[in-house]
């Protein structure tokens, strides 16, 4: 073999030779794009733990919970407002003509308002209607079965007049309804209660005319008449039970009157109180929520006054005293 076959290149080192500058100059350009991409994203990346499939399963599961949570406390946001949607609509249905007036007129009036409750309802007069009506069973009861029916009847009579005089204490207007305008808030309260206490007044002097008249002038003969007398007797004793029995739908009716002018006077939820002066105002026992608006520098007053009204939620009452406690109409 010459100098000059040993020089000349075989075939199959210059395949080796391509391959290779090939491969360099991949790698090179791949390292450049490499390179450029790392530039472009700020810097090399940071080593990754090992455990970071446990950290895409913790993150998962994150964002499966935070997920859940998120739907549940939508659920349960919507029935709190269908809820309050619902009593709210139950508390609109409660209100009667009185409400129609302007809230801060029910508000000025407040306390006035409750005196003419008070007044129109000393007592409990359905209860003691109900209380006419056992007396007189009992008294009728007497009359049936007691050899000496005169003698049990007449302290449960006397019982049963002092139990209409009590009832029959109401007060008679101090104002004509025939005055009414439409604008004295005062007059339309005292028209509200005074005519179904009319009406209970005059089935108690009905009923009193019958006992008074009928009934008792009947006992006290008792001893000196037949027993077919005593039959009478008990038919108007059945006759005044049943004069008692509708007046007890009289006294429910005055009973619903009395609590309109109530809630009237103390339901100011979503009222609009801002042009009141509060100054000198009972707001004892007024119920409001966070739509209720009030006077510039008294919602904090009364917000600290106040306590959750019974299970309607976002309904506060305000109480006689501070609280020292933050309560919140939306809560």
Known sequence: MTDRDRHIPKAEDCCQDGLGTLLARTHEQLGTAVTDRITARGGPPELRPPDLALDRLLAAAHRSIGIAVTHRRSRENRAALTQRNQALEARLAERGPLFSRPSP?????????????????????????????????????????????????????QQLRASLDAMARLPKPQRSPATLTGLDYLVAVESALAEPAQRLLHDLHRIRQLLDEELAPAITTLGMSSPAYLCGVDAVAQDLIDDLTQGCGQADALAEAVAEVERASSDFVGADLSSVKLDGVLLEGILWDATTVWPEGWETLIRSASMPAGEEQGVLIVAAEPSDTVIHAEA
Request: overall charge positive; hydrophobic content about 45%.
């Open 105 to 157: 007129v029910r508000l000025k009036y407040r306390q006035q308002a409750l005196c003419f409750a008070r007044r129109y309802w000393p007592v409990d007069l359905a209860e003691g209607m109900r209380a006419a009506v056992r007396v007189t069973q009992h008294l009728s009861g007497f009359l049936e079965n007691t050899a000496q029916p005169a003698v049990h009847a007449e302290p449960v009579v």
